[in-house]
Structures are given as structure tokens and as C-alpha cells.
């Protein structure tokens, strides 16, 4: 087994942020997710058409803003025009998109960790979001908070080639297993595997942590539905609302 960074797995991780409170992948979002008690959050990561990275899920704003264009078809100066909290709700009128740089100071503010999540939407070039992100990730975070995982390969592979197992733990996410997996896993020295929970079966679990793999389920909001998955050697739950995952007081 290759040597991995000491990360401490968080058995919660707040996916997109505590969304549940808050609009998902704000700064807002993450504020709220410490608050709460949570060490590790999930955020997904773009670039804007200018190059920016920023911390967002669809191609698109319309969902998620007060506006409707291609996140490729914004630059830093219209995306921050942007509100990105009233769609939730009126108490977050008037949050702004966060860029990556100023998401990975409000993290190291908070010392919390980070499972960042390269997303390579429709059109989107894998290389192009990977060798813009990986360095700024590397410099802004220690090793043992921060896991980068993908759905796209070649994404995790360009990351691989930037950065030797024992200094950048990888994710390789997928809905369903690949049959494939320990040649994808092997490929990249994956840390983890990121799996939809609802398609995890006990027998592939155990194989995966015989492989000396660490499995993260995405994205469970029921803890007495999930529980038997805790058996069968899930090591973290990545959940909308997290505190529900997490013992009381
Ligand atoms: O990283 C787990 C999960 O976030 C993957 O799906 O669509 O919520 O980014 P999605
Ligand atoms: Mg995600």
C-alpha cells in the first residue's frame, strides 16, 4: 500500500456545506457546518469562464442564484454580482459566490478539512480545472485535511501526476462500483472511494478495506436507514445534514 497523508477520517462530512441550513457551497454554508460541531466538509469546485475557480455544483446559476447563465459565460466581476443565499432563503440575501481562495482561508480560519470535489460538468475540460486547482489546494491546506476526489478519471489521474500519494490523498467517485475498481483505484493510489450508499453492498466493502481502501458513502440524510452500512465498513457518511449523523450534545 502506497504511504497516505495521516488523515484523521471524519465519520460526518457536511455535503456542499451544511446545505441543509444554509444555500449549498457558500462560505455561509461552511460557517454553518462548524457551528454545528462538523470537521470536514464537501464542496465541489469550477472554473469561471475567465479561469476563476469557484466553489459551485451546476453548469449553470439558475438554480442556486438570481441569475441564469452558463457558469462558463461569467468572469469574477459578474459572478460576484451575483446573490447566492436568497433562493434559500431571505436570511441569506445577498451572499456572494465564494472563489476557491477565499473558501480555503475561511477552512484554515475554521481548521477544518476538506474533501473537494473537481466537478466536470458537460463540456467541462478535466485537465484544465485539475492542473488550475491542485497547486492552489497543495499550498492553501495541510495534507491530513484534505481529500480531492472526482467522477472523472482522467481528472484524477492529471491530479496523481501532480502530487505523490503521501502528499495528496485521492477519491475516486462513482454511483455504483466500477467492476474495475482496483485497476481505477491502483491507477490513481486512491486513499478512498466515494460511493452513492444506496448501491453499497456488504461484500465489495469488504473487499475494498482488505484493499486497504476507506469508503465515504454520498449523500445520506436518514442515520437509521444508513446504520447497518457502519458494519459493513463504511468509514464516513457525506450528508446534507450532518448533525443527524452525529451523537447529541
Ligand atoms: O462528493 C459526493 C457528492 O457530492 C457527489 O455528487 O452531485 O452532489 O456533487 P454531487
Ligand atoms: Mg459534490
Redesign the pocket.
Known sequence: LPAHPAISVPRVIA??GYSARAPENTLAAVRAAHQAGVRWV?L?VQLLGDGTPVIW?DRDVKRCSNGSSALAALDRESAQRLDVGAWFSAAFQGERMARLEEMLALLNTLNMGL?L?L?INKGHDPLALTQRIIPEVLAALPPERLIV?SFSQPALAAARAMAPPQALALGL?AKRLPCDWPHRCNAISAFSV?LDWRYVKAASLAALNRAGVTVMC??ANDPVAFAPRWQWGVSSV?SDNPTVFMPPG
Request: aromatic share 8%; glycine share 0%; charged share 35%.
Open positions: 455535503h456542499r464537501e465541489d455544483h474533501n470535489e466537478k476526489s467517485l466515494h454520498y449523500t457525506i
